[in-house]
């Protein structure tokens, strides 16, 4: 069973803090990507990388930075956490056939 | 711009009437095409690909390149249809963007 796992469901930072979101895959996938899900709004590719140490920035990256130091492993950076990142964050990962999702990380800005 | 939208936030419907979810495109080069489903506190999961023009739990979706539309369709709704439906379209280095995304809620 092919996998997207992130690291935590549920997190909840205080403003100003530094917050890393990780994101392994199993599938030997080049292609990974953060987004976030809002109500009303979808999914917001936020950045993606199509190999190690490669990253694009996405739709939406201010405030946002990203790390694929290894090949299954990204991870997302939110540089000085803010209230406006309280969000649902989706990782997923991508051969060439279909998008594999991580169960999300529900983060919380206080 | 490439863009995917879905006109409809929340679609409500009884059980056993048709569903067709609504989707539109903007693309320049030959689009493929997805929607994608997210049930109740699962994660957000592959429904069907244009490309495969399969049938995955009754739905269908056909690409319709003059009406820039790909809508997802079912004759007979169920009440575990009930989800959150986005269509997406592939860009380069495989990357997807996805619509807003519509609620599918089936009455009992």
């Known amino acids: 069973d092919v996998k997207v796992t992130q690291s935590s469901r549920y997190l909840v930072k205080r403003t100003g803090e530094k917050v890393f979101l990780e994101c392994v895959q199993d599938m030997d996938h080049e292609n990974m990507f953060w987004y976030r899900q809002d109500p009303g709004l979808g999914l917001r590719l936020i950045y993606f990388s199509y190999d190690v140490k490669m990253k694009e920035k996405g739709d939406i990256p201010e405030g946002y930075s990203v790390s694929r130091e290894k090949k299954e492993r990204f991870s997302l950076i939110l540089e000085s956490a803010s209230t406006n990142q309280t969000s649902m964050y989706l990782c997923a990962s991508n051969g060439n056939t279909e998008a594999f999702f991580g169960q999300g990380t529900r983060l919380t800005v206080v | 711009a490439q863009r995917v939208t879905q006109p409809e936030k929340l679609l409500s419907v009884f059980k056993g009437a048709p569903v067709e979810l609504k989707c539109n495109y903007s693309?320049?080069?030959?689009?493929?095409l997805f929607w994608y489903v997210q049930y109740s506190r699962q994660r957000l999961q592959l429904l069907l690909r244009?490309?495969s023009r399969e049938s995955i739990k009754g739905f269908t979706a056909d690409l319709n390149k003059g009406e820039t539309s790909f809508h997802l369709k079912k004759p007979f709704a169920q009440e575990e249809d009930s989800a959150m439906y986005y269509c997406?379209?592939?860009?380069?280095?495989?990357?997807?963007?996805f619509g807003t995304g519509t609620k599918l809620q089936v009455i009992p």
């Open positions: 244009h490309i």
């Open positions: 693309y320049s080069g030959s689009p493929e």
């Open positions: 997406a379209l592939l860009l380069g280095y495989q990357k997807v963007t």
